[in-house]
T-cell receptor
Framework: AQSVTQLGSHVSVSEGALVLLRCNYS??????LFWYVQYPNQGLQLLLK??????LVKGINGFEAEFKKSETSFHLTKPSAHMSDAAEYFC????????????FGTGTQLKVEL | DAMVIQNPRYQVTQFGKPVTLSCSQT?????MYWYQQKSSQAPKLLFH???????NEADTPDNFQSRRPNTSFCFLDIRSPGLGDTAMYLC???????????FGPGTRLTVT
């Protein structure tokens, strides 16, 4: 079955440290991939997307993600965490033949400490 | 700025009292979606409209209905809210199917 897995429901980093949020999907056909961020009591904001083309994708707020087909992964990174990055992050996927639906991972709560 | 707007941002209703949530968009997108998001969970798709075509998810309760009178507006009607319907309701739009979705700020609904 097609699915999206986010490893680590809670991740804590120090301000200025590398942020790495993991996302893996299960599908034999590369899907469309997205990362969203959600601040408390807010909607979801699109950080970045991969559909085709360059596998390293740059998004807003200094985030980037790399699509690795061989690893079926789309991990989100940021070189230096800022306090304002503290939020919930969702990896989301549109699977080919998946009824055009956005399938979400379970989310990762990022905490940034001084 | 083009955007997705939801009203109200917060809504309290009584058990069994019908409630309507509103979504509007200035993006002129073809597709509009409604999601339910409970605390510490991912959003769950309720239904979507592709233009005027309504698509209901198989596990969406009959208690939830939707209307899209024109391209810009879409409404979520909950006919007889139960306590379990307390959640954040998110509206999203996309230019077409299989495209990125843009979300509104959400309506936090509390059923008492």
């Amino acid at each position: 079955a097609q699915s999206v897995t986010q490893l680590g429901s809670h991740v804590s980093v120090s301000e200025g440290a590398l942020v790495l949020l993991r996302c893996n999907y299960s599908s034999s056909v590369p899907p469309y991939l997205f990362w969203y961020v959600q601040y408390p009591n807010q909607g979801l904001q699109l950080l970045l997307k991969y559909t085709t083309g360059a596998t390293l994708v740059k998004g807003i707020n200094g985030f980037e993600a790399e699509f690795k087909k061989s690893e079926t992964s789309f991990h989100l990174t940021k070189p230096s965490a800022h306090m304002s990055d503290a939020a919930e992050y969702f990896c989301a996927v549109i699977f080919t033949g998946g009824g055009n639906k956005l399938t979400f991972g379970t989310g990762t709560q990022l905490k940034v400490e001084l | 700025d083009a955007m997705v707007i939801q009203n109200p941002r917060y809504q309290v209703t009584q058990f069994g009292k019908p409630v309507t949530l509103s979504c509007s968009q200035t993006l002129n997108h073809n597709v509009m979606y409604w999601y339910q998001q409970k605390s510490s969970q991912a959003p769950k798709l309720l239904f979507h409209y592709y233009d005027k075509d309504f698509n209901n998810e198989a596990d969406t309760p009959d208690n939830f209905q939707s209307r899209r009178p024109n391209t810009s507006f879409c409404f979520l009607d909950i006919r007889s809210p139960g306590l379990g319907d307390t959640a954040m309701y998110l509206c999203a739009t996309s230019r077409d199917l299989n495209r990125e979705q843009y979300f509104g700020p959400g309506t936090r609904l509390t059923v008492t």
